[in-house]
């Protein structure tokens, strides 16, 4: 029952990648960072008032930088039963540190 859309979406997905020359394609290499998803288990949903964003500098010699997440599916069903407001979260944003040309 599914299989004809999902045939057809894979065909149309195909399709419809088409490349596009960007300035990353010209670095012979590519340094990859692998993330593991963040799986909340507590029974408390925390909710964040701010988001604070930190540059994480990363040593890429040259090479462009692509952050990958390992895919563990969806994660394990978590039932709630309180709410907790607080402050302030970190989220880290991975960078290139500049190299010397």
Known sequence: MYFPIV????LA???LAVPVAN???SAPC?????V???FDLSPTRTIYKNTVTVSSPVDCN????KTETFNFGPGPVVFRTAT??????TEYDFQCKPTLA
């Open 62 to 65: 040259g090479c462009v930088l």
């Open 13 to 15: 997905g195909t399709a």
């Open 84 to 89: 907790a407001t607080v402050g302030t979260t």
């Open 36 to 38: 593991a998803p963040h």
């Open 30 to 34: 590519t340094t990859v960072i692998r």
């Open 7 to 10: 045939a057809l979406l894979s």
């Open 23 to 25: 300035a990353a394609e």
